[in-house]
């Protein structure tokens, strides 16, 4: 417990300069969260360049946004951050409707937080999971996963789905609560509260697990802000910045809850330790968001009135709004010419941001420390590439 | 014996110790063998976009592919036998998928998982560099449609895989339906990184890092 | 801080020329002449009345021609457009700028240098609207192959039959006659 490890001298490694030697890492590659490809050039075991080839799961996403309706792209939305279908609905949907000002009924807007929120826990858990699994741990993806189908049955109940719910729909969401649901969700909070020790105890003050990410891909506060990381990675890096405090959007300017940062405990403020304990204290604040929106859900209405699904027409104009995804802000900009279907519609992937700084941070490690450092920023591929 | 039951591993042993005074050496033999392929079918880590996370959760606690044998996934494809294509192909993964199939020894299996992989899915209209359908370039054993496939689905396509594999002929006479893709060739993309060394060098390193 | 204030802070410190405000039905944006870009931006970065140090999202546009359905005169010029949306993390503002550009030569002056996060969104939009940013340490595609033929996100692009050998099309469902 309570490990701590002492900063590498920089110039330890200085004597064993050998020749340069290009590794090439992926795109199939069990550690890269997909299909990233990231050339790699070595001098010995030190990294001395990086470059990230992406675009091998290119969807066409901005193509398709201006091709079809604002309705039928809500489940396209789904597909680009897998791990956080919720969250990219709302921030589509929440986009459509700052143009077409509509007014969202409370009670849907209660329930979007409630599934947001438990998406951000699923996405996290699995950020978790498969962080353990890249460093060589095997054994806290199974505790991960089994809270993780938790809230995919949750999530199932009230949508029919697993993973790409089209739940959050424009003008409110798709179905009311079913019966029991509610209940079941607090049911499920209780469970889950020490389930989160039980993962402290497993890994996070792992002597190993410690050892592989404290002072390993250290992310300076300006280097941070410099490369356009949001989210858990800004946040792990020393800045409180959350756009669900500092930006409010829906209706989570009625909820208390923490920022958490990184202090550097284990080692160095913004290194992958960091960045990993921030997601699991950020589990903790979604479980209290969870237990407020739950006590003041009114009844009422889930669909705003007027929404005409077949034939939704936006008002012309052009809008940027940003939500706090799992892995940072996830902005869409619409450019609308009135009509059912987008004139321009760009998405800002937060993943996407978060993978350019590899070229900035990874030489100067050691080359076993790159697939911690790339874990650690909790990429999704379907987020980068679009 | 109904239709589920056919063919499937177990059932074609427990026939196989009723009949063997019956059975020729070859077909006891061609039973054997692929019992033996089908009861341990190594998947291939291979995760490409939504449909490797519901691969994952299939070899994770509450599923558990390895009931079915077919668990131990292989991060390299030279030590794989099926290689489950989870997720949209566009035109710069073809060449590496294409090659990766290439790289595992035979015999060989695919699951097209996902309506991306069966036919372009959501893509299939205003993808303008979506593959639609895999089977466009390698042959495909399994089409397990869905977006993505529920787990229960996925482990159905590896019993289904199974049953064909127990229907093959090794050393028998005989024709087992193989399609024919010698004619299709992919070359090599051109990819981001402008170093001869590495663009000449197999797209592909399979080697797990860590 | 709202983007009215920013342009006057700008013209306070005597960068503002040229700088109009473009006030759409929604989100407001100054437009800033192509050729003042670089300069406009370091200030905004560097001025501690402003600080706009992150830049979250460059945005390319191909704007096609628009004509009064009456009188026939041309409302919006056939260009494209770059959006900037940079945010302050000290002033929790947000704003965007624009630049418009002419479709037969679209080039204007990279922001890379000023705001590193920039180097991959230009990088986007030359793959995607065919923009070259002049400057740009490493511009090339970065989604799609490098051989790729012409720019996706123009409204007047064709999609490919195959590249290298493969079929882009959707089969059809049963042999055609």
């Not at chain 1, 079913?178 to 792992?206: K, Q, V």
């Not at chain 1, 760009?346 to 993943?351: K, M, Q």
């Not at chain 2, 994770?60 to 292989?74: E, I, L, P, Q, V």
């Not at chain 3, 041309?74 to 940079?86: C, K, M, P, Q, S």
Request: proline share 6%; glycine share 8%; net charge negative.
């Amino acid at each position: 417990m309570a490990a701590t490890v002492e900063a590498r001298p920089p110039d330890k490694y200085v004597d064993v300069r050998t020749q340069e030697l290009q590794i090439n890492m992926g795109p199939q590659h069990p550690a890269t969260h997909g299909v990233l490809r990231v050339a790699i050039w070595a001098d010995g075991e030190i990294v001395t360049r990086a470059e990230p080839d992406i675009g091998y799961l290119h969807r066409c996403a901005e193509k398709i946004g201006e091709s079809v309706t604002h309705i039928q792209y809500v489940p396209y939305t789904d597909r680009y951050d897998y791990l956080a279908a919720m969250n990219n609905n709302l921030g589509y949907c929440l986009a459509v409707e700052k143009l077409a000002e509509l007014e969202i009924p409370e009670r849907a807007e209660y329930v979007r937080v409630i599934v947001s929120e438990l998406n951000r826990i699923a996405s996290h858990l699995m950020a978790i999971g498969t962080y353990g699994l890249d460093l060589g741990a095997f054994t806290p993806f199974f505790y991960a996963f089994r809270e993780r189908e938790e809230i995919l049955r949750i999530l199932e109940w009230i949508c029919g789905a697993r993973l790409t719910y089209n739940f959050i729909r424009i003008g409110g969401v798709m179905r009311d609560c079913p019966e029991g649901w509610l209940e079941d969700i607090t049911r499920f909070l209780d469970y889950f509260e020490p389930r989160l020790e039980e993962m402290n105890e497993l890994l996070t003050h792992n002597h190993i697990f410690v050892n592989r990410t404290a002072n390993i891909g250290v992310v300076s506060l300006e280097q941070a802000v410099k490369y356009g990381l949001t989210g858990p990675n800004l946040r792990g890096s020393g800045m409180r910045w959350d756009l669900r405090r500092d930006d409010p959007y829906s209706i989570y300017d009625r909820f208390e809850f923490d920022i958490p940062i990184g202090t550097g405990i284990k080692g160095t403020v913004g290194d992958c330790w960091d960045r990993y304990w921030v997601r699991i204290l950020e589990m903790g604040e979604s479980v209290r968001i969870i237990r407020q929106a739950l006590d003041q859900i009114p009844d009422g209405e889930i669909m705003a009135k007027g929404v005409r699904h077949l034939a939704f027409k936006c008002k012309a104009g052009e809008s940027y709004q940003a939500v706090e995804n799992p892995r940072g802000e996830l902005g869409y900009y619409l450019i609308s010419e009135g009509g059912q279907i987008s004139y321009r519609s760009r998405i800002r992937a937060p993943s996407f941001c978060h993978l350019s700084i590899l070229e900035e941070i990874l030489p100067g490690s050691m080359f076993g420390d790159a697939v911690a450092i790339i874990g650690s920023i909790d990429i999704v591929l379907g987020e980068v590439d679009r | 014996m109904g239709l589920y039951e056919r063919n499937h591993p177990d059932v074609m042993m427990f026939k196989l110790e009723r009949n063997l005074p019956d059975m020729g050496l070859l077909r006891v033999a061609d039973t054997v063998i692929n019992w033996g392929r089908s009861s341990s079918l190594w998947p291939m880590t291979f995760g490409i976009a939504c449909c490797a996370i519901e691969m994952m959760a299939v070899g994770a606690s509450k599923f558990d592919m390895d009931r079915f044998g077919a668990g131990a996934f292989r991060a390299t494809p030279r030590q794989a036998d099926l290689m489950i294509v989870a997720g949209t192909v566009n035109a710069k993964m073809a060449e590496v998928v294409k090659r990766l199939y290439d790289q595992m020894p035979e015999p060989k299996y695919v699951m097209a998982m996902g309506a991306c992989t069966v036919g372009g899915g959501p893509y299939w209209k205003h993808g303008y560099n979506v593959v639609k359908g895999i089977d466009k370039f390698v042959p495909v054993d399994v089409h397990v449609p869905g977006c993505p496939p529920r787990p229960e689905a996925i482990l159905e396509g590896i019993r289904f895989l199974q049953r064909k594999i127990m229907a093959r002929r090794v050393l028998t006479r005989g024709e087992h339906h193989t399609p024919d893709f010698t004619g299709v060739s992919v070359s090599p993309g051109t990819t981001g990184i402008q170093d001869p060394q590495l663009n000449t060098a197999p797209a592909v390193p399979t080697e797990a890092t860590s | 801080m709202n983007t009215q204030e920013i342009l006057e802070t700008l013209n306070k410190d005597g960068v503002g020329q040229g700088i109009t405000l473009f006030e759409g039905p929604k989100d407001p944006a100054l437009v800033i002449p192509a050729d003042r870009l670089v300069g406009v931006c370091e200030h905004l970065k560097s001025a501690p009345s402003l600080q706009f140090d992150q830049c979250i999202l460059v945005t390319g546009t191909h704007m096609t021609e628009i004509r009064d359905k009456k009188t026939k005169e041309v409302t919006r010029a056939e260009g494209i457009e770059v959006i900037y949306h940079v945010r302050s993390l000290r002033h929790r503002a947000l704003v965007a700028l624009k630049v418009h550009l002419s479709l037969e030569d679209p080039r204007v002056s990279s922001v890379a240098s000023i705001w590193p996060a920039a180097d991959w969104h230009e990088r986007e939009t030359y793959d995607m609207v065919g923009v070259v940013f002049e400057g740009h340490p490493n511009l090339k595609r970065i989604l799609l192959p490098q051989d790729w033929e012409g720019f996706p996100l123009r409204k007047d692009y064709e999609f490919p039959k195959e590249y290298r050998g493969i079929s882009l099309e959707v089969d059809p469902p049963w042999p055609q006659q």
